[in-house]
């Protein structure tokens, strides 16, 4: 079963619309309002104290997992309410579809130290570490799934549309038979990306420390910390199996199951041949205990929780009370709008005190960043393509390479950072290297597994043909191969961007063995702030990377993504 | 209450015409308010108990929206819809319709798929699953309750959308084109079925509404055939079916109707200026070109030249080359336009020109084809266009929106195509894809009109 790893939303819409404005600026707001709940953050954070015996570790992932789940409920919750005011009111439509797209290709680490920060302020610091690594991994799971919601609420065909308002459903009825089941398959499919993607913010928020300020939590990310700065070889491997396994268990008995169910699901009339499959769901179904015993649970428990929520949705749609709803909205509208306007003046006064020093600090780090993302995923580049494309086209090995390195790219490269100092921070240039391997350890699955499935959906007749024409080495590459792949390569180049940016936050500027070290770069300078309280500088820092890598978005990744979709689709 | 009441029963035609839906004066506009479009112009319809009613028309005649209208699924722009009498206010609630693509739930099994027409009623699950297998029973498809649409033949899969129509005890049965996507002995079989529990009362409908573009469909079921007519959607003909059922296909009146209906719906070859409708940018009606490919143009015409005379009755010739008898007036009205036929009382007759085109070799087809679509005030407006251009060269982006205020917006892209596609086989000007562009090539842009 192929995969086609893709976060990027809505890439065919390529201009800039006003809702785009508003979405920046909110984001601007957003920010503002982050640094100055920060500026009364205690100047020294001291961190949780962490035991690295093996014995602690089931609690430790107890808590990482506890973290990802509350998240992701969160986000689940969220995604319906906003897909649906997104897909029911035009108006609500025209900004929520930018900010959705805004915030989607946002590097969502550089929010880490404002959110940190901005909570260190009102609560104690473990509570503050708590919210934000939720907030955080929140931020990195809401948005595809809240555009999956969205576009199954838009493409619900016309006629199944009619058929509910022609049998006048309820708006329960309507939900459960006809708008739930639609999303379902990519609600699922949509859910493993974002949990993986979780994972990787979760273990960059549990390890995160700048100067004196420890904001580290009790979890996976903090013990493999811990253990690196010990040198602890033992507890490192110890730790890294905990996690292996908990995201292997997680995929095999959760999302896997979950996939081959939700395959029902799919509206095409036809019977297809590879269908998601899962060995715990199908002996889950053989088993004679589990299936009855599910069915009465459903009886006994849901049916009658069902009929009480179907009855108290019918009287609350009555039409009387519609009338009077018309004011909330238009009330909190006003005041939001307020809000953002004062948040982006304040926050565009704040800018000013940025010294021309600063600035330069922050040019020469833009720079530095982009080169290091540039370099990552050239790298990721050379050694994905051949090897994606023998893997692609060659089912023997997929049969045994695509298991492997699926199982690899779910270990968060964040979990890896600590491991990767202890091994190469010795090393002369040792932070770059670290830097840039970070960056490929994050983004180069991506690109693999959609060249994988790239190369897997070239026609046979067409390597036929390109066998029958002779065609050989280069030749082969450049007019059978490449063009067929570079929707592909386009889409996967796109996360992974996404992925390198994140990554620099973390990996270039690090506190190990007691000695702060770092090298030029946005996320060293986004760091330095941080740990320094230089408030004014962490919000141009955080404001221009995030400027900065929408523009690439816009101007780059939405122009090839458009050429690749006309010139070199293959249907 | 569980669904409509059913006590009266079947009520023969004869019973008294008691008026069941009444449509008055519907208009229905699409759009924004700078750029509208008339879907349904004007039409006043109404439908008595006992009637089975074809609405026949061509696609785009609004003769879905009217079905929509009637059953309170589209709030009509202007004028009025009664119900018995009474003004309809949101969904008609002794509507059940029945769908072109069967619209059932994929993940809802057979019994299931009929059940939640009854659960959306809030009628209890001790009543609906009896009632369910009954209908389910009285299909015909009884052993395939557990088993999932895509199981089924798509002729199944209609008798299902059927049997959820009648769950709900309706009092209008509207069926919107529900033959069109079988295949043909399914179409028929389900037909006849549809005709028995109708004929036979069994069921408590006291009226079915059916829209279709199939005009042996509607003489063969219907007793009332409503034509309509696009561009805006209009009715243009009201005609009595007085066959009792069943009907003989090959018998002369049943053949002298639909010979009646192709004559109403082909209509007349009008005077050039009133075919061809006015250039874009000028006030008037742009007309639209048939969505016809011109390898199958050439193939028909081919054909009819081989006919006495070079000219047929349109119904036989229908009859002779089973086609559709939509997609064979789009034809007809294509060379029509074109000025390779003329059409008279049902009759299609080639012209002088129509007959050299038959019969002339590849490229001289192509000239001829060129010098006529030269006359549609489309290609005219787009050349000279493109000869004021810049290199003689326009965006497709640039003709789209000129055409954006003549058409809806699912029209525009056929339209657009349907041009570029003429205009590059008569090689009035070229077509650049990967630009997008349309231009003039440079030996052309001289020639004289």
């Known amino acids: 079963m192929m995969r086609v790893f893709s976060s990027a939303i809505s890439l065919g819409r390529a201009r800039w619309t006003w809702g ?160 739930l089941p639609l999303a379902a398959i990519s609600l699922v499919w949509n859910s493993v990306m974002s949990w993986a993607g979780g994972w990787f913010f979760l273990m960059a928020a549990e390890i995160f420390t700048v100067g004196n300020k420890d904001f580290r939590l009790p979890g ?24 292996l396994s908990l995201i292997v268990a997680l995929d095999q008995l959760l999302w896997r199951p979950l996939m081959a169910w939700s395959d029902r699901f799919k509206l095409e009339m036809v019977e297809t041949e590879d269908r998601p499959r899962s060995w715990f769901l199908e002996a889950w179904r053989r088993s004679r205990v589990v299936g009855p015993g599910i069915r009465s649970v459903v009886r006994r428990l849901v049916q009658p929780l069902e009929k009480r929520l179907e009855r108290s949705l019918l009287t609350e749609s009555s039409s009387e009370t519609r009338s009077e709803r018309h004011v909330w909205p238009s009330i909190f509208l006003w005041v939001a709008g307020m809000m953002l306007l004062y948040g982006t003046y304040r926050a565009a006064a704040m800018l000013l005190d940025v010294g021309s020093a600063e600035w330069q600090i922050i040019a020469s780090g833009i720079i530095a960043t982009a080169l290091r993302v540039f370099i990552a995923m050239l790298i990721a580049l050379v050694w994905t393509l051949p090897a994606g494309v023998l893997i692609g086209m060659n089912s023997r090995i997929a049969s045994w390479a695509q298991p492997i390195a699926e199982i690899a790219a779910s270990v968060p490269a964040t979990a890896l950072f600590p491991v990767l100092m202890l091994g190469l921070i010795a090393v002369s240039g040792g932070l770059n290297l670290i830097a840039v391997l970070l960056m490929l350890m994050g983004t180069q699955w991506y690109l693999l597994f959609n060249v ?71 996320g060293s300078a986004i760091a330095k702030a941080t740990a320094i309280g230089n408030y004014p500088m962490l919000l141009a820092a955080t404001l221009t990377m995030v400027l900065v890598v929408v523009l690439i978005n816009r101007f780059l990744w939405r122009r090839l993504y458009a050429l690749a979709e006309e010139r070199f689709r293959m249907d | 209450m569980p669904w409509p009441k059913s006590d009266s029963g079947w009520t023969s035609p004869s019973s008294g015409a008691a008026r069941i839906v009444q449509l008055e004066h519907i208009t229905q506009r699409y759009g924004t308010r ?29 003769k879905s929206t009217l079905l929509r209208v009637i059953s309170g699924l589209t709030k009509p722009s202007e004028g009025r819809v009664f119900y018995r009498d009474q003004p309809l206010r949101g969904v008609n609630p002794h509507v059940a319709i029945v769908f072109q693509s069967f619209a059932l739930f994929p993940w809802l099994t057979v019994q299931e798929n009929v059940e939640v027409a009854l659960k959306a009623r809030g009628v209890p699950q001790i009543v609906a699953t009896p ?34 129509a009648m769950a ?83 018998s002369s009146i049943f053949m002298d109707l639909i010979d009646q209906v192709y004559t109403t719906m082909a209509g007349q070859t009008q005077p050039e200026n009133v075919e061809f409708g006015s250039q874009p940018g000028e006030t008037g009606r742009l007309r639209p070109l048939p969505e016809i490919q011109i390898s199958v143009l050439v193939g028909w015409l081919e054909r009819v030249n081989e006919f006495p005379g070079n000219r047929i009755d349109i119904f036989r010739l229908a009859d002779e080359l089973k086609l559709d008898s939509d997609y064979l007036l789009r034809l007809t009205e294509a060379a029509e336009l074109l000025g390779f036929c003329v059409i008279a009382q049902g009759d299609i007759a080639l012209t002088p020109l129509g007959e050299t085109f038959a019969e002339a070799s590849m490229l001289a087809r192509k000239s001829i084809f060129g010098v006529r679509i030269r006359r549609l005030p489309v290609f005219q407006w787009l050349v000279a266009q493109l000869r004021e251009a810049e290199e003689n060269r326009l965006s497709v982006d640039t003709v789209r929106e000129a055409l954006a205020a003549h058409f809806l917006p699912e029209e525009l892209e056929p339209q657009l195509s349907i041009i570029v596609d003429w205009g590059r086989y008569a090689e009035i000007f070229a077509y650049d894809d990967n630009t997008e562009m349309i231009y003039l090539e440079p030996a052309s842009s001289s020639v004289p009109l």
């Open chain 2, 131 to 164: 009632r369910a297998l009954d209908l389910i029973d009285k299909i015909g498809l009884d052993g395939f309750e557990t088993a999932y649409p895509r199981e089924l033949s798509g002729g199944m899969r209609q008798k299902v959308g059927f049997a959820r």
């Open chain 1, 452 to 522: 994988i499935a790239g190369a897997a959906a070239i026609p046979e007749d067409l390597r036929h043909t390109a066998s029958a024409l002779g065609l050989k080495g280069w030749q082969r590459w450049k007019i059978a191969i490449l063009p067929a792949l570079f929707p592909y390569i386009i889409t996967g180049l796109i996360t992974a961007s996404g992925g390198a940016w994140n990554a620099s936050i973390v990996a270039e500027y690090t506190e190990f063995g007691g000695r702060t070290r770092s090298v030029t770069g946005i």
């Open chain 1, 20 to 179: 785009d404005g508003v979405a920046l600026t909110t984001i601007a707001a957003f920010l503002y309002f982050g640094v100055r709940m920060a500026v009364r953050a205690p100047a020294a954070i001291e961190g949780p104290t962490i035991s690295l015996s093996p014995a602690m570790l089931p609690l430790y992932a107890g808590f990482s997992f506890l973290r990802m789940l509350t998240a992701y409920v969160i986000s689940i919750a969220f995604s319906l309410w906003y897909g649906t005011l997104a897909a029911s009111n035009r108006r609500a439509e025209q900004f929520l579809l930018p900010l959705l797209d805004v915030l989607q290709s946002v590097p969502i680490l550089s929010f880490l130290p404002v959110v940190l920060l901005g909570f260190s302020a009102f609560f104690s610091q473990n509570l503050a570490s708590e919210f934000a690594s939720v907030v955080l991994i929140f931020t990195s799971q809401a948005w595809n799934l809240a555009f999956a919601w969205y576009q199954a609420q838009k493409t619900v065909p016309r006629e199944l549309r009619e058929v509910a308002a022609n049998f006048r459903f309820s708006p329960w009825l309507r939900f459960r038979t006809l708008e």
């Open chain 2, 34 to 62: 700078e750029r509208q479009f008339v879907a349904v112009h004007d039409v006043s319809l109404s439908v008595d108990q006992g009637e089975f009613v074809a609405l026949l028309g061509p696609s785009g005649c609004g």
């Open chain 1, 220 to 243: 996976l990310g903090a013990y493999l910390s811990e253990a690196a700065n010990a040198g602890n070889v033992q507890a490192i491997t110890w730790g890294l199996i905990t996690l």
């Open chain 2, 168 to 250: 709900v005890n309706p009092e209008i049965l509207c069926l919107d084109e529900p033959f069109s996507a079988l295949d043909v002995l399914s179409a028929e079989a389900l037909r006849g079925e549809l005709l028995d529990l109708w004929t036979s009362g069994s069921i408590p409908t006291k009226a079915i509404l059916m829209v279709t573009h199939n005009i042996e469909e509607a003489v063969f079921m219907a007793d009332r055939i409503v034509i309509m007519e696009k561009d805006p959607g209009r009715v243009i003909a009201d005609l009595k079916v007085p066959l009792p059922h069943p009907r003989q296909r090959k």
